[in-house]
């Protein structure tokens, strides 16, 4: 929730160039994540609420990277790739992951267990 409220305050509130780009892009997965965590669960991939493990994180990681910078250039012309957006990705889903799984040592609920 604090990753949509800071986008929502960034875009809307303080609209400005200097942060935009890659600021929007660490933020994406850690807004992202819940919803498509919340998707899964409600498809039936994913059978509990716990915290979402590294493995998880990366899957999206992988899938938005690929999908933004390698194939969406390839279909939008105003579209251009940038390994400095992957490693904003990156920088998000690490954040994300550390934030969830700082009282679970793999990021998991059941680690404990």
Do not use: N
């Not at 780009?21 to 919803?35: E, R, S």
């Not at 400095?84 to 920088?91: G, S, T």
């Amino acid at each position: 929730m604090g990753a949509v409220a800071l986008y929502v305050i960034h875009r809307w509130a303080l609209p400005t160039e200097l942060l935009r780009g890659w600021f929007h892009d660490v933020l994406f997965l850690p807004a992202a994540m819940p919803w498509f965590m919340g998707l899964e669960r409600l498809i039936g991939l994913r059978r509990d609420d716990d915290y979402p493990s590294a493995g998880e994180m990366a899957v999206y990681f992988i899938v938005w990277s690929i999908a933004v910078e390698g194939i969406g250039p390839m279909f939008w012309k105003s579209a251009t790739s940038d390994v400095r957006d992957v490693l904003a990705y990156a920088a998000g889903a690490l954040i994300c992951w550390l934030a969830w799984g700082r009282s679970h040592p793999l990021g998991t609920a059941d680690a404990e267990k």
